[in-house]
């Protein structure tokens, strides 16, 4: 009997791809207007200083917050990290927020869930508050009685200590844990690893060189829940 499911928030709950696409965008015209960047140059730079911040924050939460990103990409160009990191990380999140779409029948689902008494945990790897803050915009947070991030585990999963602490939030057993997420490796392999029933939400049918438990619509979720 299922008496937790978690999920995934980036391209699980809504599309991130689509979203980021937006963002990126702005931050393109961003920098050409005031550092007359193309848009591969931005590109560039923002992979070099990914790659830098993880250097030293690992895979912690501290890896995914954009500020220092943009902080970093700023420094390595020799431009003025104020005020123009505050507002790369400001127009990245505003742009992530106004262009997200929540995935059909998500809402739906949480409800029954709420409905048959089950707890719903978020398990991403992100800083709290930007999942807080999407989770708020997509109308879902009232929905969530648990959250565990990156940030807070210091670790991103797989990591099985990320999973641990998804143990300690979950109030029951690995196996009456349903765990929703898009990434095969980090979600599915390391929920099944963690004792969770693993779910490959997979709208958009890629294919898979390894048999695993798929989800295609939220439609689908209930019959999915009483199966298991």
């Known amino acids: ?41 931005f590109l560039s730079r923002q992979k070099d ?39 790369m990380s400001c127009i990245y999140r505003d742009a992530i927020l106004d262009n997200m779409i929540i995935e059909d029948g998500v809402e739906e689902f949480m409800r029954f869930l709420k409905k048959q008494n089950i707890r719903i945990v978020i398990a991403s790897d992100a800083t709290a508050l930007q999942q807080f803050l999407k989770l708020e915009r997509l109308g879902l947070i009232s929905y969530i009685d648990a959250m565990v991030t990156s940030e807070e585990a210091g670790v991103e999963k797989p990591d099985k200590k990320f999973f641990e602490r998804c143990n300690e939030k979950s109030k029951c057993l690995p196996c009456e844990v349903m765990f929703i997420g898009d990434n095969p490796e980090k979600d599915y392999i390391g929920a099944s690893l963690a004792g969770y029933n693993a779910v490959w939400y997979n709208p958009k049918n890629k294919l898979s060189t390894t048999k695993m438990q798929e989800l295609k619509n939220y439609s689908e979720a209930p019959a999915l829940l009483s199966k298991i």
């Open 49 to 87: 200083a990914m790659a830098d911040v993880k250097r030293f924050a690992g895979t912690s939460g501290g890896y995914r917050t954009r500020l220092l990103r943009y902080q970093n990409m700023l420094e390595g160009a020799d431009q003025p990290i104020y005020p123009h990191a505050l507002e």
């Open 1 to 41: 009997m299922i008496r937790t499911v978690m999920f995934d928030v980036d391209d699980t709950l809504y599309s991130f791809y689509h979203a980021n696409e937006c963002a990126v965008e702005k931050l393109v015209e961003y920098t050409a207007a005031h550092f007359g960047w193309s848009r591969n140059e």
